[in-house]
């Protein structure tokens, strides 16, 4: 039975094992492409589905990741649109909300979820304003934010 969720796993950059035989890697993009400039954009989820609908079982895992896109603006066709996904302009702060939502769901009573945000272009503040869910600790002195949260059940 897999304990771990990573639910935007995009090319899996930050895992030091890729092929973690405990995690569920969940993306809704697949793409493979070797950039001129030598970049190399590989998102090959195991299971291709949008983290605001998540194909499981509430309470499902131990520890979900979430580390959803966060650029609204980049080029269509820019190696970092391709690589990291990009935010709906118009619908990027309901659907940062649906994924907190889901990821909540999905965790076991006491479950774990690391949540990892940039905020090049929207600010943690904002991100922590949509969600009804309160950090338990996290780094708050650099542009990429790692914040932890648990599902505490009593």
Known sequence: MTKILDMACGSRMFWFDKENPHVD???KRKHFEKLPTGHIINVNPDIVADFRELPFEDESYHLVVFDPPHLLRAGEKSWLAKKYGKLNQKTWKDDISKGFDEAFRVLKPNGTLIFKWNE???KL???VKLIPYS???GNKRAKTHWLVFM???D
């Open 25 to 27: 890697f969940i993306d």
């Open 120 to 122: 090049e272009q929207i």
């Open 125 to 127: 503040s904002e991100i």
């Open 135 to 137: 950090p338990l600790f």
């Open 151 to 153: 599902k505490i059940c």
